[in-house]
C-alpha cells in the first residue's frame, strides 16, 4: 500500500466502493423479495419521498407535458360536440329538413344559428342532439339586423345542457381555426387557416375569412380557436362559404 501513488490509491478506493455498493444492492434486493409486502411499500414511499426533497433542493429538472396542435384540435373537437343541435323544418305532417348548425349558449337551452333565407317562422322546429336525442324547439326571436335566429329547447330537465364558450378576443391573421359541422356520426370537423378579417367594428361589422373550403352547406356552423373557444358562425348570405359572423357581434346582439 505504501508504494502506490495517490492515483492509485483513488482507483483502489473507488473499485472498493464499487464493489461493495454491488454486494450492497444484491443483499438489498435479496431481503426485500423476502420481506413482507407492508415493509416493502414503506421503504418505496421513503425512498420517493427522499428523492422529491432532494430534487427540490438541488432544482432539480421537472417534466414539462408538451402539448400538440393534433391535441388542441381533439380537445377542442370534443369540448364542443356536446353543444351542437341540429335544427330541422317541419311543414305540417311532412318529413323534416335540415336547416342549419345551432349552438347551446347558455344554461336554460337558448340555442343560436344563422338567419337564413329558407327562414320561415310559423314553421314547426326540432332538435338532433349529438347524444341522438331529440328535441322541440321554441321559436324565440329573430335578429335580422345580425343575421341570428334565437329558438329554445323545450324541457330541459330531461337533457343535459351543455352551453358554448364564446371568445371576445379578435383572431389573428394565420391564426389556426377549426370548423365544426353537423353533429354525432355527421359531425365533420376542417382544419384551417384566418385569412382575413374583413370589416371595422366602427362603421361595418367585422367579417373573418378563413381559407377552409367546405363542401358541406352548414348555415351556423361554427368555427373555433384551438382552446374550444368559438370565434364565430357560418355565414350562407355572403359567396364563397369562407365567411363568418364576429362572435363578439353575435355576443352584442343575444344580449339584448
Known sequence: MESLTKTQLILLTLLLSFVTSIATGIMTSSLLQSAPTNVTQTINRVVERTIEKV?????G???????????????????????????????GSGPSNFYSVGIIFN?????LTERTSDFIRDLTYTGLLSNGATVDLTFEREIVESGIVI?????TSNQKIVPANFTKSLPKLGQTVILMEGIGGDLTALVGRVALIQGDSSTTPRTIITDIDSAKNSPGAPILDLSGNILGIRRTDVSGGKSFFYAPRILSAISK
Open 151 to 155: 329558438f329554445k329547447i323545450n324541457n
Open 55 to 59: 430534487s427540490e433542493s438541488t432544482g
Open 61 to 91: 429538472t421537472k417534466e414539462v407535458q408538451v402539448v400538440s396542435e393534433d391535441d388542441s384540435v381533439i380537445g377542442a373537437i370534443a369540448q364542443n360536440a356536446p353543444s351542437l343541435i341540429s335544427i330541422r323544418q317541419i311543414q
Open 107 to 111: 344554461k336554460d337551452g337558448e340555442v
